[in-house]
């Protein structure tokens, strides 16, 4: 089965899809989420290409906008959250399907910071993260939406995404100290953020020994082509274990229970692995200093901190590519979050103006207190959030 390709340059298929939206709309719902949505207007003229998968003919196509205007306005579904998942598009493009006066959408998920992993752009390979590249992907996108008046979606997972933690972070001894750096980098950003099962427990991906464990269509035919191009099982595996989709499926650990306290018959995926108590909403949940009650204070300051859901962004000279930092800033009120990215202890540059600046989160317990001077050496993972 896959997902139906309609010819979206018929008025009849439009109306259509209209028709749906306000059956959902009926039914009171006020949210819509539209998968790779710029991929449904196609060139009217086909062209020969090289090999490949013909993408440039596809994304953003010609009439992509008029028809999302169409859509969303005889919808009547203008002042609802919407929010498009946009494949291979660029920041031009989501700009307009983003900026209220376009009339189209509320929000883009893009993934161009979710291919810093990705060997010459190939998926299934495996390669260190270009953290370099990483800050560079969020300077462009952050500043270019605040320039054009776009928004974005902020998120790290989703159902086709590996567990954060374990791809960018650390799963052994900062396993949370990093998840509480790699929610407080992206939260404290300026557009909306988004939470994905398990993520606010700082779950791990499947670690599965077996294809057998295996039920994500795409993971099971790029073994067999890994097999095909040489690759032992035993690597094509291991590439597996990083890339596959089935990392952000396995069962939400709820508790040290029968399948994670998930459900009473076995699931159709197997619990993760790297499943262990500390990794559960129950066990979380009473701990001030858990994963899951970082998550609840980030939720509280955008709740509580005008400058975090409205301000601008501007970012900051760290010294290192291992380093991120950036301020927020709503008339007088002003925060600065500082990042380290990676396992090693880093030299960071603080800055005359924030050495005064008052604590307002930090990730390790034992650090409750702000930089006394303009170098400050971060701890791995370590996230510091000072204000004014």
Request: glycine share 8%; hydrophobic share 35%; net charge negative.
């Amino acid at each position: 089965m896959t997902q139906a390709d309609l010819n979206w340059d018929n008025p009849e298929v439009r109306e259509e899809l209209k028709e749906i939206l306000r059956f959902w709309k009926e039914k009171g719902i006020r949210a819509f989420r539209f998968d790779v949505i710029n991929l449904v207007s196609k060139p009217e003229r086909l062209e020969d290409d090289s090999e490949g998968d013909g993408r440039r003919f596809y994304t953003d196509g010609p009439h992509i906008h008029e028809y999302l205007k169409e859509l969303v306005c005889s919808a009547g579904i203008e002042d609802f959250v919407t929010v498009g998942e946009m494949s291979s598009t660029s920041l031009e493009h989501c700009i307009r399907y983003s900026s209220p006066k376009e009339k189209e959408l509320s929000m883009c998920f893009n993934f161009h910071h979710l291919k810093v992993d990705y060997k010459d752009g190939d998926k299934w390979t495996l390669a260190v993260p270009d953290y370099k590249k990483l800050k560079e992907l969020f300077m462009q996108w952050q500043l270019g939406m605040q320039a054009g008046g776009g928004w974005n979606a902020l998120f790290w997972c989703n159902h086709d995404q590996p567990h954060i933690v374990s791809r960018m972070g650390d799963e052994g001894d900062y396993w949370k100290e990093s998840a509480k750096m790699l929610a407080g980098m992206i939260h404290l950003m300026r557009g909306t953020p988004y939470i994905y099962h398990g993520e606010e427990i700082g779950m791990l991906n499947a670690h599965y020994s077996s294809i057998g464990q295996y039920r994500d269509v795409e993971s099971l035919n790029y073994y067999q082509i890994l097999l095909g191009k040489g690759r032992t099982e035993e690597e094509a595996l291991r590439i597996l274990a990083a890339r596959s989709r089935d990392n952000g499926r396995t069962p939400m650990q709820w508790n040290s229970g029968t399948y994670g306290g998930f459900s009473e018959a076995e699931p159709w995926l197997s619990l993760s692995g790297a499943f262990r108590e500390e990794i559960t909403a129950e066990f979380q949940k009473e701990d001030p200093d858990s994963i899951l009650s970082f998550y609840k204070m980030l939720i509280s300051l955008r709740k509580k901190r005008s400058v975090i859901a409205e301000g601008t962004i501007s970012f900051l000279e760290t010294g290192n590519d291992m380093t991120l930092a950036y301020e927020r800033e709503l008339g007088s009120d002003k925060i600065a979050v500082f990042c380290n990215l990676g396992k090693e202890e880093q030299t960071v540059l603080i800055g005359k103006e924030w050495i005064d600046g008052k604590l307002l989160l930090e990730n390790y317990r034992e650090r409750q207190k702000a930089p006394e001077s303009e170098v400050f050496v971060m701890k791995p993972y370590e996230l510091t959030v000072l204000e004014k």
